[in-house]
Each structure stands twice: as structure tokens, then as C-alpha cells.
């Protein structure tokens, strides 16, 4: 049986950080599933930046399938959880069913990865208190409120258990971290 990664997202989750999760991890052999707040086929989006804009610009990107709900996930069947970037993290970092799937996986001991946005969450749980992360520069108030230091030099860090990335730019000094904490 694969190695299970659970990789959690929901409507405008960043299109290219899902898809180029889930097939990274596949390529490598593990089991990527994807947690929604419900099974269907969600609308994920393309974050970018345009000349003249302030901040990043948004577009429908292409969408992805839900494998189960957060309610059916369960921390003794995944080695990790991911945390995946874009507007949703934003909204999911409401709901109690995310937040506990966090904690679970921090307290066994588990991998917790999160790139861009996916910071939010993880600081919503309290999961990064005294640790060093890094995430989408827009993030760094929620960080620094919970009582971590955000990191701006590199693309990726590592503190303990947790991996953290800036934005899909990242994802080469991401995935090289989170694949050496997967062996």
C-alpha cells in the first residue's frame, strides 16, 4: 500500500500548488488525497501578478477532485498533511474539522507541510508558536501574532516537524525539504 499524504484545499485553493502536489507526490510513489469540506470537483484558482496592481491578481485556474471530506479524514491513516495555498485557506481556517486534523497531526508527531497561504491555517490552529516559517509576504501579521517568526531569506524552511514555503515559486526548495522528511 502507498504511503498516504493528505493534502487539504477547498474552492479557490491555488490550482497549480494542488495539481503540481498531487502529481509530485504521486510521480514519487506516495498516495496523495485530497481533502474538501466536500467531495466534488472544486473550483481552484491562478494566483499571479500583473504589472500596476498592489497585489496579486486572481483567475479561475484548472480544478481538482475531493477525495474525502474533512470529516472522513483521519490522522492515523496519512503519514503527513499539506496545507495548500491560495483563498482558501482563508475560510478553512474556520471550520473546527481543519483545525483539528492540524492539531491531530502535529501531537502524533506527524510531518505538517504548508505552502503560501497555507500558513494561515496552521496559525489559526497554533501549531507555529515559537517556530520559524515563512509563507506569502502578506501573511507575516498572522505569524508574528501567534507568536512565530517569519523568515523572509529563504524559499522554504524547516523547524522540527514543519515544513513551510513562500508561494508556488517555492516549490523546488519546498519539495526538497518535504521529500527528505519523507525518506
Known amino acids: 500500500m502507498s504511503r498516504q499524504i ?3 484545499t477547498g474552492d479557490a485553493g491555488e490550482s497549480f500548488e494542488c495539481l503540481y502536489a498531487s502529481q509530485r507526490l504521486r510521480e514519487a510513489g506516495f498516495a496523495p488525497r485530497i481533502a474538501a469540506p466536500s467531495r466534488r470537483r472544486l473550483h481552484l484558482v491562478i494566483h499571479d501578478f500583473e504589472p500596476g496592481w498592489d497585489t496579486y491578481i486572481e483567475r479561475p485556474g484548472y480544478g481538482a477532485e475531493s477525495d474525502l471530506t474533512f ?5 492515523h491513516d496519512f503519514e503527513a498533511i499539506l ?8 475560510y478553512l481556517r474556520h471550520d473546527p474539522r481543519v483545525l483539528d486534523l492540524v492539531r491531530a497531526f ?8 504548508a505552502i503560501c497561504h497555507g500558513v494561515q491555517v496552521l496559525a489559526a490552529a497554533g501549531v507555529i508558536a515559537g517556530k ?5 509576504e502578506h501573511c507575516r501579521w498572522e505569524i508574528e501574532a501567534c507568536g512565530a517568526t517569519y523568515l523572509t531569506a529563504d524559499q522554504a524552511v524547516r523547524d522540527g516537524r514543519i515544513v513551510t514555503g513562500q508561494t508556488w515559486q517555492s516549490h523546488p526548495e519546498f519539495y526538497r525539504h518535504v521529500f527528505a522528511c519523507l525518506g
Not at 470529516?71 to 490522522?75: D, M, N
Not at 496545507?83 to 485557506?89: E, F, I, K, Q, T
Not at 520559524?132 to 506569502?136: D, N
Open 71 to 75: 470529516a472522513e479524514a483521519s490522522v
Open 132 to 136: 520559524q516559517v515563512t509563507a506569502y
Open 6 to 8: 493528505l493534502l487539504i
Open 106 to 113: 502535529d501531537a502524533a508527531g506527524k510531518w505538517v507541510f
Open 83 to 90: 496545507v495548500l495555498g491560495g483563498r482558501a485557506p482563508e
